[in-house]
């Protein structure tokens, strides 16, 4: 079971952002990753089987479901204090999963779309921002550009490209931790990796 600690910067000026404390492993559905604030399992498709977020005084609670027969997600946003009275509010978007600063939702992408090397694929994504977990739709591009051996470990390099705006990042996987991203640093990893759930179908 990996267990280590992230730390976030804004990746245009390095100013620290926090840390999130993680852990995370295969199970008998498909995996499962806590991390300060969050709490995400997939299943053994690569699908969003339940999300917990918790940021800014806000709890948002989610997962996969269909919408309109198609793919989706559906979630809730609610204050994180059950005695405040602030109304909760439900919505659900045709979208393959979610996406935010946690990197459990880079490693989750990677688990769904499950690419050969040189493969691409596009989706989308519900991306829940900070400070205060509001959802809008992302629409990205993911390539699997290479797969290299270093010390040992076997490192995915994605370039994710953001459909809307044409900016693109470079993401570093080894199974299911992440190396590098933009704003996202692996700090300390207590143990090695797991390989990567195989996605079903």
Not at 49 to 59: H, I, P, Q, T
Not at 111 to 136: C, D, K, M, Q, Y
Not at 175 to 198: F, K, Q, S, Y
Request: aromatic share 6%; charged share 20%; hydrophobic share 40%.
């Amino acid at each position: 079971m990996p267990s280590g600690t992230y730390s976030f910067h804004d990746p245009h000026d390095g100013t620290p952002l926090g840390e999130e404390r993680f852990s995370c492993a295969p199970g008998p559905i498909g995996w499962r990753y806590t991390g300060s604030g969050i709490d995400l399992t997939l299943d053994a498709r690569g699908r969003p089987l339940r999300l917990e977020a918790l940021a800014g005084g806000w709890r948002v609670r989610g997962g996969a479901t269909v919408v309109d027969g198609a793919a989706g997600v559906v979630w809730l946003r609610s204050a994180a204090d059950p005695t405040l009275d602030v109304p909760a509010t439900e919505a659900e978007a045709k979208a393959a999963g979610f996406t935010g600063r946690s990197p459990a939702f880079l490693i989750a992408t990677a688990t769904l779309l499950n690419l050969s090397p040189g493969g691409s694929a596009r989706l989308r994504l519900i991306a829940l921002t900070e400070p205060v977990l509001a959802a809008h739709t992302v629409d990205q591009s993911w390539t699997l550009a290479a797969v290299e051996t270093h010390d040992g470990l076997i490192v995915e390099r994605y370039e994710v490209d953001d459909l809307a705006t044409g900016e693109r990042a470079i993401v570093y996987l080894s199974g299911d931790v992440v190396l590098a991203a933009p704003g996202i640093e692996l700090e300390a990893l207590d143990t090695p990796p797991n390989r990567r759930i195989t996605t079903a179908g």
